[in-house]
Nanobody
Framework: QVQLVESGGGLVQAGGSLRLSCAAS????????MGWFRQAPGKEREFLAG????????YYADSVKGRFTISRDNAKNTVYLQMNSLKPEDTAFYYC??????????????????WGQGTQVTVSS
């Protein structure tokens, strides 16, 4: 089992950047594929990016490709989401999640077993 805690959210102007962090407890963090999702009010949870256990493979949703970068540091039990060129439509609650599924990197929320509580990101125009 792994517990996840996100941080780094906040208010930013359009065009700005934020880096989200997700700290994991437990010694098996490096066994998990990790993902970032977001959910805006009235919308379904949306996959953003995933990264393999080693960090060697990544996968992005088209909506964030080229703007967001996922990375991980297994020594620190942490996964990151660097978000650049933020837009008002990026406003949402952002979640990290963990799954034992490996290749290919999964993009469906139901395929992820463990979830953090989320962090709010608000982008002003």
């Amino acid at each position: 089992q792994v517990q996840l805690v996100e941080s780094g959210g906040g208010l930013v102007q359009a065009g700005g950047s934020l880096r989200l962090s997700c700290a994991a407890s437990g010694r098996t963090f490096s066994s998990y594929t990790m993902g970032w999702f977001r959910q805006a009010p009235g919308k379904e949870r949306e996959f953003l990016a995933g990264i393999s256990w080693s960090g060697g493979s990544t996968y992005y949703a088209d909506s964030v490709k080229g703007r967001f970068t996922i990375s991980r540091d297994n020594a620190k039990n942490t996964v990151y989401l660097q978000m650049n060129s933020l837009k008002p439509e990026d406003t949402a609650f952002y979640y990290c999640a963990a799954t034992f599924y490996t290749n290919p990197i999964r993009s469906q929320a139901y395929e992820y077993r463990y979830w953090g509580q989320g962090t709010q990101v608000t982008v002003s125009s």
